[in-house]
């Protein structure tokens, strides 16, 4: 199926103390650009998540970040007291207060900002054991959610590329039939000028017939026609494929775009003139929405 390069997802994963949480953004972007964001304890499995990653998605820029937070009813770093450097504090500052005849002893609150009294005891937040069963879980769904999401965008991105080709292909079946008639214009115009300038005198049909074969050989768009047909065909075949197409149809439109404007160079007819900017107009807007798909 194919996809846009523009989704979000998001997962979580709950172990016996921690939630772990993993949001994944993308956008636009030529090639496959990761940028992973892992809290501490998790830093090495990052290759591995970068692995996941990459099976999940072939374009692309990239956001993940993962977050750890308690579980309900569990307190991560807990503070602790240590009473005895508490006391300590209080005893010195007593002895202090007496040896220089001071009313007052030392309060609660000057003890508990002294250093060390109050301490919060660093944890790792995930458990060695839980830490990549929990990540995988995560970061898998929150891909997952992503790629869906993607797949549902690049479907409506398909629809209106497929759009844009008929509409195209309507302006190659006008350039076409206007093409026979073209070359008759120009041959009785031809036909006008020569015997304009003979004036009067009897034209040569031979050398009449040469001089009109040179100019529709010039003007002549059945090859650009035929190759026009060719890819439309293959932007058909495309968007009814599978995988990784942005690429392919990137340079498919260019090369679109290019007999278009070959057509344009060679046109002597005002009805074909229109028609190659209409379809100059239709190929910019496919250019655009092809620079969404992966």
Known sequence: MIRSMTGYGRAEATGPRTILTVECKSV??????????????????????????????????IDVSATVTPAEGTVLNPLTVNIAQ????ADAARKLADALD??????????MGQSGV????????????????????????????????RETEGTALAQELAGLGSVLAGYVDTVARRAPAAVERRAARLRERMQAMLAG????????????????????????????RAHLAQLTALLAGDGPVGRMLDFLIQEIHREVNTIG?????????????????ALEKMREQVQNLE
């Open 265 to 281: 160079s060679k046109a002597d007819d005002l009805e074909i003139s229109q028609a190659v900017i209409a379809a100059k107009s």
């Open 118 to 149: 109050l301490t919060r005891e660093e944890q790792t937040p995930l458990p060695p054991e839980d830490a990549w069963t929990l990540l995988e879980r995560a970061l898998s769904a929150a891909l997952a959610e992503l790629v869906e999401r």
């Open 28 to 61: 636009n972007h030529r090639h496959l650009d990761v940028s992973l964001k892992l809290p501490r304890g998790l830093g090495g499995f990052e290759s591995d998540a970068r692995r996941l990653i990459q099976a999940a998605v072939q374009r692309g820029r």
């Open 102 to 111: 001071l009313a007052d002893g030392p309060s609660l609150g000057w003890v």
């Open 201 to 228: 005198a009897e034209l040569d049909p031979a050398r009449l017939a040469a001089e009109v074969a040179v100019w529709a050989d010039k003007t002549d768009v059945s090859e650009e026609l035929a190759r026009l």
């Open 86 to 89: 508490a006391r300590e504090y």
